[in-house]
């Protein structure tokens, strides 16, 4: 059967640090089928996380993908980490995603990621579901939960479901699309699906009897639109609400669109390197089709480059597909010049990036041995290439390095992974904040270069401060008949003019 045939959601899991993202991603694939067995993030255990930091931190450091199939439907789904540190991972995954799961503790509410993730997805107007988990816990508040939500995120919400019990009390929901449900809570929740469609609040308004089935099929129509969010409970751990959300994600998010017969139109959008395969760069097909032994175009870099293998990835572990359609994703290998964020074929289909990390932190990497310094080099610029915001900083002549990092546990990540990857004993200088600085008023600046003669040159700056945000502009005010243009463009800064006796105008940002 042609993949173009088979009904797809490509679905990212998002949530604050210890929501219970992987959690829920472990029993999705048990109660799939997927795995035979439930693995567990304490025990590091879980499919998704399989690097040696996270088993040995319980926290998810990468995103990883992996998929299943759900009456019908085959789901790519994308376990997101939930650290600040490692927001760069969930920049990248929210770019690719058709709807997304968000995951908030019954507990601790709407956290300070939780609301920043929102605001992402609200950005690139990506269909969402609300899934409040940790129901079963001692201090789980529903109704606490909800009030945070319609303060920090919105107050569109679907409610699709009323807890039954709450703490250790926490028995399961009742889904309120049944005839059965509570006729308060089901009435509250037809109000809702009324209330984001004139012709539903006039067939309410007028009592028109129309079936549960009828308003059933409208709530999924409007929340695959991006303006409502259905919300659901659960308590992962004990497996309680997971067959409801595998519902939910069928039901309430949109299937990708794109044309498998159209010119290929994707986006690089994570990079791995696998022991075996070598270089895999994981790309979100929008339009056309690509199989292997297929050679491509790399827009952005503007070179061709051929397919060996096309595999599909389930944390640690991948296999030969040969093929990828439009709205799919999968692992690409034998690009060997790609780099994350590169379109490959047509642009036109590629939605917009969110920006979300901006790493704050520098520091210097140090090797205990002379030998180990092109090694150190070669591994942090293949990190890099997986990461691009670590936008590593090699100084030869000084033969020093630095990183750009989000935080502590970062700098444990990149520590781990030069020890496990590439045997290579590396520490850390001491975090310093990265700065910027910027004029607060007008100044002029001035240097002269006479020696050796005949080549000199004297050069006056006028310095004022911009627009915040319009970074850096240069023009000359130099009259090409005072000095013709191919002496002004020497020397000087890309994008400016510099001239004997002239001026450079400098904005900031």
Not at 229 to 235: K, R, S, T
Not at 273 to 283: H, I, P
Not at 298 to 323: A, C, F, M, P, Y
């Amino acid at each position: 059967m042609s993949n173009s045939s088979v009904n797809r959601r490509n679905v990212g899991i998002f949530a604050h640090v210890d929501a219970g993202k992987t959690t829920t991603t472990e029993h999705i694939l048990f109660e799939s089928g997927r795995i035979r067995s439930l693995g567990s993030v304490d025990s590091g255990t879980a499919v998704t996380d399989w690097l040696d930091i996270e088993k040995e931190r319980g926290i998810s450091v990468r995103a990883a993908t992996t998929s299943y199939e759900w009456g019908g439907v085959r789901v790519n789904l994308i376990d997101t980490p939930g650290h600040v540190d490692f927001l760069s991972e969930v920049e990248r995954s929210l770019r690719v995603m058709d709807g997304a799961v968000l995951i908030i503790s019954a507990v601790e509410g709407v956290q300070a990621q939780t609301e920043l993730i929102w605001n992402a997805l609200r950005r690139l107007n990506i269909p969402t579901v609300l899934y409040v988990n940790k129901m079963d816990r001692i201090g789980a508040d529903s109704n606490r939960v909800l009030d945070g939500i319609r303060q920090y995120l919105s107050r569109n919400l679907l409610l699709v479901q009323s807890p039954v019990g709450y703490e250790q009390a926490f028995s399961g929901v009742d889904d309120l699309w049944l005839s059965e449900a509570d006729q308060e809570a089901q009435q509250n929740l037809i109000e809702s699906v009324a209330d984001h469609d004139e012709r539903l609040l006039e067939h309410y308004f007028n009592g028109d009897s129309l079936p549960l089935a009828r308003w059933k099929s409208e709530a999924e129509r409007i929340s695959r639109s991006g303006t409502a969010y259905p919300v659901l409970f659960g308590a992962s751990s004990r497996g309680i609400g997971i067959h409801a959300l595998m519902n939910a994600i069928t039901d309430y998010l949109p299937a990708p669109g794109g044309d498998p017969e159209a010119p290929i139109s994707g986006i690089v959008f994570k990079i791995e390197r696998d022991k075996t395969m070598g270089r895999m760069a994981f790309v979100r097909l929008y339009e056309g089709a690509m199989q292997n032994r297929d050679v491509i175009r790399n827009h952005t870099r503007q070179t061709q480059e051929k397919i060996t293998q096309i595999r599909r990835v389930e944390g640690g572990r991948s296999e030969d597909v040969g093929l990828l359609e439009a709205g799919d994703i999968a692992a690409v290998c034998g690009l060997t010049e790609v780099r994350i964020g590169d379109i490959l074929g047509s642009p036109e289909a590629i939605p917009e990036e969110a920006r979300l990390a901006v790493p704050l932190l520098t520091v210097q990497a140090q090797w205990e041995n002379e030998q180990d310094y092109r090694g150190v080099v070669q591994a942090l610029q293949e990190l890099s290439d997986e990461d691009p915001l670590l936008d590593v900083q090699w100084l030869q002549d000084e033969r020093e390095l630095h990183v750009k990092i989000m935080g502590p546990i970062q700098l444990e990540m990149l520590t781990s992974l030069l020890s496990s990857r590439y045997g290579l004993s590396v520490t850390f200088s001491q975090p310093s904040v990265i700065y910027k600085e910027t004029p607060i008023q007008t100044a002029e600046g001035y240097i002269a270069y006479t020696m050796p003669k005949p080549c000199w040159a004297i050069l006056r700056f006028l310095i004022e401060p911009g627009e915040r945000g319009s970074g850096l502009k240069y023009s000359s005010v130099v009259r090409t008949e005072d000095l013709l243009p191919q002496y002004q463009n020497g020397s000087c800064p890309p994008g400016a003019r510099s001239t004997p006796a002239g001026a450079i105008w400098l904005g900031s940002d």
